[in-house]
């Protein structure tokens, strides 16, 4: 069965620091990878998604950007950190036979 | 674009009891899929049910079941039975399918806040 892999799950980091989070999926192969953020009590924002190793596409123009650089990983960065990108962010999987994505538990981060 | 509108930012429903969120989605698309996602506390979002536009059948799934009606654009998830761990924030969720195309955009709802009392 498939799996997908989120950390760190909390992260807090000053404005003007560096990011890093990190996606992985086990048990399917060249899947649809997705990055979506969720500010408090709001829905999600589709942010970033890739069809394969290095394709990215941007959705919402951003200090943020996505690499993929193997099969089943998808990387969310930043150089430097504003208040505003505080939130939650989830990694998502799809390409399954209904095209529905399937989350990760998802990473907090507070920028203080 | 396609928008997706959740009406009801909140909803409470005494356990064992049914209720139904109402989601209403414009789009001049005639093929896509529609999805309801439940996010508990914990904020994993959950996969409740997918429904073809192309299928007139209703989607189930156990206590889940959604009225579909394509022409008006409407995708109501109705929650029978309702337990106490079907607290949590619900999303109804809208995609597209671009012929031809390999990537498929979830277009989600602001979501219904759903308590279950015991």
């Known amino acids: 069965s498939q799996t997908i892999h989120q950390w760190p799950a909390t992260l807090v980091q000053p404005v003007g620091s560096p990011l890093s989070l990190e996606c992985t999926v086990e048990g399917t192969s060249n899947p649809n990878l997705y990055w979506y953020r969720q500010a408090a009590g709001r829905g999600l924002q589709l942010l970033f998604y890739?069809?394969?190793?290095?394709?990215i596409s941007s959705e919402v123009p951003q200090n943020l950007s996505a690499s993929r650089p193997q099969d089943r990983q998808f990387i969310l960065s930043s150089k430097k950190l504003l208040l505003s990108d505080s939130g939650f962010y989830l990694c998502?999987?799809?390409?399954?036979?209904?095209?529905?994505?399937?989350f990760g538990p998802g990473t907090r981060l507070t920028v203080t | 674009a396609q928008t997706v509108t959740q009406s009801q930012p909140e909803m409470s429903v005494q356990e064992a009891e049914t209720v139904t969120l109402s989601c209403t989605y414009d789009?001049?698309?005639?093929?896509?899929?529609l999805f309801w996602y439940k996010q508990p506390p914990s904020r994993q979002m959950i996969l409740v049910i997918r429904q073809e536009a192309y299928k007139q059948q209703n989607a189930t799934e156990n206590r889940f079941s959604v009225n579909f009606q394509k022409a008006a654009k409407s995708f109501s998830l109705k929650i029978s039975d309702s337990q106490l761990g079907d607290t949590a924030m619900y999303f109804c969720?809208?995609?597209?399918?671009?012929?031809?195309?390999?990537?498929?955009?979830?277009?989600f709802g602001k979501g219904t806040l759903l308590t279950v009392n015991p």
């Open positions: 890739s069809v394969g190793i290095g394709q």
């Open positions: 789009t001049s698309e005639s093929n896509y899929y």
């Open positions: 969720a809208f995609m597209k399918l671009k012929s031809g195309g390999s990537n498929y955009k979830l277009t």
């Open positions: 998502a999987w799809g390409g399954g036979i209904g095209y529905e994505q399937y």
